[in-house]
């Protein structure tokens, strides 16, 4: 069993539920990073890719980032997969042998099929050859065959009949006396044909051996053997090796060569690759057990899991971009390394344990950020980076439109168009003409296309935006969206929810509004169609315009005593983004 390698990949990832920004984000920085000469980062996406998206990394040959919707640390990212095992009928001296040469204390023990069928552990091993005073016999005994006792030996063999023959054998020392050595070989009830005996050069207890027909003689210290004897041993039927070592040495050694059959703890704790670590911990709670085995559902070996590897901290490392609050965090987010953050909204509760590079910049895009950490530094993007970052201010500021857009953003575009030889309204128009995310998706797909989940003044609550060329694809899609906006009220227990529709061509919106009786009530915002759809003139961005307007309305409604209603019963912590 070797130790687990720490070499794991960075990756650099957006929001759930990602847009353009996102994911020309985590592309750009992860190619910055290796513009820097660091390598590792992998560009991430916590859902799925839309139109509008796939457009851009399309135009500038760019893959779409590998997607991971959960990185909550499981077993299979602190396990040690490089495992040393052991086939089921090897010795005790295969077993010994492997411990002490990589340095482990447990082995798992596999069938031939590669199934795990128990372990063997030093413990077990001692157990085994530590002398027991009221079980001596035991301490003499050992199951194998000649063939294995040779092999554990490393002896040289005169005469091995049938050596492939597994038996219970008993070893004995051939010290003393001849007449004393008769004696002893009749008191103890054990059989000639069941008899090793490890004896130097002592001709007189060979040729008694001989005469009384045991299984095997092993004559120690690489001593010579008389021609005489050997014939007699053959004649007889009798084994007989030369062991290298002396005699103490190749008495333990023979009982080595016990097969590991009946060590093997075959109760063995399992724990399968994908568990969570967190409920490995309430499982070690109460279990003594040092290790556990990490197996597939085919009953396989995956690795092992000890209690150390367990409080190893987690392998995986985020940056995060476009986000810094949990609740728009890809799952798990929360129980791994956060190692950065480049973001342009607003501060939200997230924490890291040590601290971090954080850059929090009020411009209209995340990839303005990347393209000025570029420029700074003195590196240029290649053309197909330069046209992904282009991609992501185009679409988050509205092609500078949009009331986030700062100066900065209409520099770096401008510096990112030279670099990437395309003009910035004809690569506009192709992404804000790339298809209609009403038409290319269901209702419960649409309001959850550009969502986010916020908690503030006791309210949690979630905003949905989508950018359309005109209103009709809403009109006509109008019920389907209100009631699965309704739908999602109701599924992640919030107070309200909202879907921005804005229009690309006229910088206007229109929200659709689900939830809490109260708070629609003190919407100002002039309603088209019911209690549900109101216009909001002007209104385009979420985070600069829509967000500060109903926290406003959720402190007014504090303000007065009244708290908001959530869906589903009290509000639960976030868990979607």
């Known amino acids: 069993m070797s130790t687990a390698s720490s070499a794991s990949p960075t990756y650099v990832i957006g929001h759930r539920n990602p847009d353009a920004d996102s994911i020309c984000a985590a592309i750009g920085y992860a190619a910055y990073k290796e513009a820097r000469g660091l390598y590792g980062y992998v560009p991430a996406r916590a859902g799925n890719s839309n139109a509008r998206i796939d457009a ?3 135009r500038f040959r760019q893959p779409l980032p590998v997607l991971l919707t959960d990185v909550t640390p499981r077993v299979r990212d602190v396990m040690v997969a490089d495992v040393f095992t052991i086939p089921q009928d090897a010795t005790c001296a295969e077993a010994l042998e492997i411990i002490d040469e990589h340095d482990v204390r447990i082995l798992p023990v596999l069938a031939p099929d590669q199934r795990v069928v128990g372990t063997v552990s030093i413990f077990q091993l ?4 530590v002398p027991k005073v009221r079980a001596l016999r035991e301490m003499r005994k050992v199951h194998t065959s000649l063939h294995h006792i040779v092999r554990a030996l490393r002896a040289r063999v005169e005469n091995l009949p049938d050596p492939a023959r597994e038996q219970e054998l008993f070893v004995r020392v051939g010290a003393m006396d001849v007449k004393s050595f008769g004696k002893a070989a009749h008191s103890d009830g054990i059989l000639p044909e069941q008899s090793i005996i490890i004896v130097g050069d002592r001709r007189d207890i060979q040729l008694r051996s001989i005469e009384m027909a045991v299984r095997l003689i092993v004559i120690t210290g690489n001593l010579p053997v008389d021609e005489e004897i050997i014939q007699l041993a053959k004649a007889k039927g009798v084994a007989l090796v030369v062991s290298p070592y002396d005699t103490a040495t190749s008495a333990w050694v023979v009982r080595s060569a016990t097969k590991i059959e009946r060590l093997i703890d075959r109760k ?6 994908d568990l969570r670590l967190s409920e490995v911990r309430k499982k070690i709670a109460n279990n003594n057990t040092p290790a556990f085995m990490v197996l597939g559902e085919d009953g396989r070996l995956h690795g092992i899991l000890t209690r150390t590897d367990i409080l190893r901290p987690a392998r995986t490392r985020l940056v995060l971009v476009d986000h810094n609050e949990m609740t728009q965090a890809v799952a798990g987010a929360d129980e791994v390394t956060i190692t950065e953050i480049l973001d342009h909204h607003r501060l939200g509760s997230l924490a890291t344990q040590q601290p971090i590079l954080f850059i929090n910049d009020p411009v209209g895009s995340t990839c303005t950020i990347i393209a000025e950490l570029f420029r700074r530094d003195g590196l240029a993007p290649t053309p197909e980076i330069a046209g992904v970052l282009m991609g992501g201010i185009i679409s988050d500021t509205l092609n500078l439109q949009g009331p986030t857009t700062t100066e900065k953003d209409a520099t770096l575009l401008a510096w990112l168009s030279r670099l990437a030889g395309v003009d910035a309204r004809q690569l506009a128009d192709l992404i804000f003409s790339s298809g209609s995310v009403i038409l290319a998706n269901p209702p419960e797909r649409v309001v959850r296309s550009d969502f986010k989940i916020y908690d503030e003044d006791g309210a949690r609550f979630a905003v949905s935006q989508v950018e359309e060329l005109g209103f009709g694809n809403f009109w006509s899609h109008a019920k389907g969206l209100a009631k699965a906006l309704d739908e999602l009220c109701t599924q992640e227990r919030l107070c309200f929810a909202c879907l921005l529709i804005t229009d690309i061509n006229t910088q206007n919106s229109l929200l659709l ?9 003190r919407i100002t915002y002039p309603a088209v169609e ?13 985070k600069k315009q ?6 406003a309305l959720l402190r007014e409604l504090a303000n007065e005593g009244l708290s908001p209603v959530h869906r589903g019963g009290p509000a639960v912590a976030a868990r979607s983004g």
Do not use: M, N
């Open 268 to 273: 063995f704790a399992s724990v399968s690759p």
């Open 513 to 521: 509004f689900k939830g809490d009786p109260e708070l629609t009530k």
């Open 126 to 129: 001692g157990g085994f050859f």
């Open 56 to 58: 851009i990394l399309q």
């Open 530 to 542: 019911g209690e549900e759809i109101f216009d909001l003139p002007g209104i385009v961005s979420r």
């Open 546 to 551: 829509l967000i500060p307007y109903l926290g």
